[in-house]
């Protein structure tokens, strides 16, 4: 019942979304949308086939579709590290994190009203916010989020369209290095060169389920040195939050680079140094 006024089949920013694409207007469309429509390319970005909008800062927000938003608002609200918040908290914690959709106030105020277990238990049960990122590790450089990026248009000009990026919790500190593709191997010589060599082996690594992550390659690697590896699953707030923020700090310099030329191969290095 959340969510019921979106048509499940086309997400609320299929529009925005063809016309970043394609630069052609609906022709049924009114003037009145598409003046709208063509003040988009400035609030919206797209990256590996996803919608991100600008924030009121710097920030980016994945755009979530309605199967989607609701997922987070789930896992928000109720999962592992979800504490049964009133909404305006469950709201602030999803902006902090980085997605966006329309509906998103009046979506988690229909969810926290129908939710049973604050029914039964509110108001006590409204504790303080729990932090969604309270994934923490104990030291320095013992875990480390990864994630992939791209593909990147333009490539660069040595033919590199993809970022392989790794993120200690602790420190923040990101590794990353560019990439053709991406396969079980080229994680397996990132992970060896950029961290082991560096940082010293690792406790914890998370990852999605890229079959670039989940391979035998890899799998071997983790085994020889004892590493546990865990994969979280796509757009849940709790699981793989870092890279995601590290993911929307790499647009930011793509944005920027990307509009002078081909060159973001080489400022990727500055990039992460200004980060
Ligand atoms: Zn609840």
Redesign the pocket.
């Known amino acids: 019942q959340v969510l019921q006024t979106e048509n499940r089949e086309t997400p609320w920013y299929q529009n925005i979304k063809d016309f970043l694409q394609t630069r052609t207007l609906p022709p049924e469309m009114s003037r009145k949308e598409q003046r709208v429509l063509r003040h988009m390319p400035s609030r919206y970005f797209i990256l590996a086939d996803i919608l991100y909008r600008r924030g009121f800062s710097t920030e980016y927000a994945r755009c979530l579709d309605a199967n989607e938003a609701l997922e987070v608002i789930q896992e928000a ?2 999962g592992i590290c ?1 504490g ?2 009133g909404y305006q908290t469950l709201v602030k914690q999803i902006v902090r994190v980085g997605y966006c959709w329309p509906t998103m106030q009046r979506d988690c105020h229909q ?2 009203k129908k ?5 039964l ?2 108001p006590s ?1 409204h504790a303080p916010a729990a932090y969604l990122h309270s994934v923490s590790s104990p030291w320095p450089f013992s875990m480390w989020a990864f994630d992939v990026v791209g593909p990147i248009n333009p490539p660069a000009s040595n033919g590199h369209m993809y970022f392989l990026a790794a993120t200690d919790y602790f420190t923040k500190w990101v590794e990353a290095i560019t990439l053709k593709t991406v396969e079980g191997q080229h994680v397996v010589s990132f992970i060896h060169k950029n961290l082991l060599c560096r940082f010293g082996i690792p406790h914890d690594i998370v990852s999605d389920s890229g079959t670039h992550f989940k391979n035998e390659k890899v799998r071997n690697l983790c085994h020889k040195h004892n590493i546990q590896h865990h994969f979280s699953a796509p757009y849940y707030p709790q699981g793989n939050g870092q890279a995601e923020a590290t993911n929307k700090i790499l647009i930011r310099v793509l944005e920027r680079t990307v509009e002078t030329g081909r060159d973001w191969y080489e400022k990727m290095h500055n990039a992460l140094w200004a980060y």
């Open positions: 609200h109720e979800g049964h918040v969810f926290v939710c049973i277990k604050c029914q238990h509110a049960i």
